[in-house]
C-alpha cells in the first residue's frame, strides 16, 4: 500500500524479479527482433516492442518505488527524464557499437552507459540536491536503464534493427523519436500517477504498465507500416491491441476489486435540473 508520500510502497513482486524481468525480457525481445529481422519479410519485429514493454513494466515499477516517498509533481517529470536519458545512453552506445565493429553489442553498452549516467544523477539528487530519499540512486540507475531498452526496443520493432545508421536515418532524422518520447515516457510515469494515493497496489500499477506499453507498441507498428511494410506493422499492431486488451481488463479488473463502490454516473444533469 502507498500513499504516494509515506515511504516506500509495499511490493507483492519484488524488485529484484521485476529488474530481472526487464533485462533479460527486455534485451531477449531485441535480440530476438534483430536476429529474426531476415525471417518472414522482418514479421518478428514486433519482439522489439514485447522487450519494449518488459523494460516498461520495470521502469514503472522503479517510479512508483522512488515516487512513493513523494515526489508530488515529479511523477511526471521522472518519466520524462528516464527517456532523456534513454536516448542520450541509447545513441551513444549504438553509436560506439558500430564505430568499434560490435554493432552487435551496441544494446549492452547503451545499458551500461544509461545505468551510469542513471546512478550519477541519483547520487546528484540526494547528495547535492538533498532529497535524501533512500532509494534513489538505485532506481535511478533503473529508470534510465529501463528507458534505454523501451526507446532500443521501439526503433527495433519500427526498423527491424538496432544498427545505428539505420535507427538514425529511420527513427531519428523522420522524428519518430518524438512519438517513442511521449509514448514510453506516459508509459513509464502514467501507472502510478494515475494510481497513487492510500489503496494503490502494486498489481494494479503495472497492469496499467503493460496496458500502456501496449499502445506504445501499436504506435510504433503504426510506424513500421511505412518503415518496412504492411505486413510487418499489422502483426505489431494487432499484436498490440491484444496486449492493450489483455492489460485493460485487467486493470479495470483490479479497479473494480479495490474500489469501495463503482457505479454508474448517467448522464450530466442539464442547467434547467440543476435550478
Known amino acids: 500500500m502507498s500513499a504516494g508520500g509515506s515511504g516506500e510502497a509495499h511490493?507483492?513482486?519484488?524488485?529484484?524479479?521485476?529488474?530481472?524481468?526487464?533485462?533479460?525480457g527486455g534485451l531477449i525481445g531485441i535480440y530476438a527482433a534483430f536476429f529474426l529481422s531476415?525471417?518472414?519479410?522482418?514479421?518478428?519485429?514486433?519482439?522489439?516492442?514485447l522487450g519494449a514493454i518488459c523494460a516498461t513494466i520495470w521502469g514503472a515499477a522503479a517510479v512508483r518505488r522512488v515516487a512513493s516517498?513523494?515526489?508530488?509533481?515529479?511523477?511526471?517529470?521522472?518519466?520524462?527524464?528516464?527517456?532523456?536519458?534513454?536516448?542520450?545512453?541509447?545513441m551513444f552506445g549504438l553509436a560506439v557499437a558500430e564505430g568499434f565493429g560490435l554493432a552487435i553489442a551496441g544494446p549492452l553498452i547503451a545499458l551500461v552507459v544509461a545505468s551510469i549516467i542513471g546512478l550519477l544523477i541519483g547520487i546528484f539528487a540526494n547528495k547535492v540536491l538533498r532529497m535524501n530519499i533512500p532509494v534513489m540512486e538505485q532506481?535511478?540507475?533503473?529508470?534510465?536503464?529501463s528507458g534505454t531498452i523501451l526507446i532500443i526496443g521501439l526503433s527495433v520493432a519500427m526498423t527491424g534493427t538496432f544498427l545505428f545508421d539505420v535507427v538514425l536515418e529511420d527513427v531519428i532524422t523522420t522524428g519518430y523519436i518524438a512519438v517513442i518520447f511521449i509514448a514510453g515516457g506516459m508509459a513509464l510515469l502514467h501507472p502510478f500517477n494515475a494510481n497513487l494515493?492510500?489503496?494503490e497496489k502494486q498489481d494494479r500499477?503495472?497492469?496499467n504498465a503493460l496496458e500502456k506499453g501496449a499502445i506504445a507498441m501499436i504506435i510504433?507498428?503504426?510506424?513500421?507500416?511505412?518503415?518496412q511494410n504492411a505486413s510487418v506493422g499489422m502483426v505489431t499492431v494487432l499484436i498490440g491491441i491484444f496486449l492493450w486488451y489483455y492489460g485493460f481488463t485487467g486493470f479495470y479488473a483490479r479497479v473494480k476489486r479495490d474500489a469501495f463502490k463503482v457505479v454508474g454516473t448517467g448522464l450530466l444533469p442539464s442547467e434547467e435540473e440543476l435550478e
Open 197 to 199: 494515493g492510500p489503496d
Open 38 to 49: 531476415n525471417v518472414a519479410g522482418g514479421v518478428f519485429s514486433f519482439m522489439g516492442a
Open 220 to 227: 510504433a507498428g503504426i510506424v513500421a507500416l511505412s518503415v
Open 69 to 90: 516517498y513523494g515526489l508530488g509533481t515529479g511523477v511526471p517529470s521522472i518519466g520524462m527524464l528516464a527517456l532523456g536519458m534513454g536516448v542520450v545512453a541509447a
Open 139 to 145: 532506481s535511478m540507475t533503473e529508470i534510465a536503464a
Open 205 to 207: 500499477t503495472l497492469y
Open 11 to 24: 511490493a507483492a513482486i519484488p524488485q529484484n524479479q521485476l529488474i530481472a524481468f526487464g533485462i533479460i
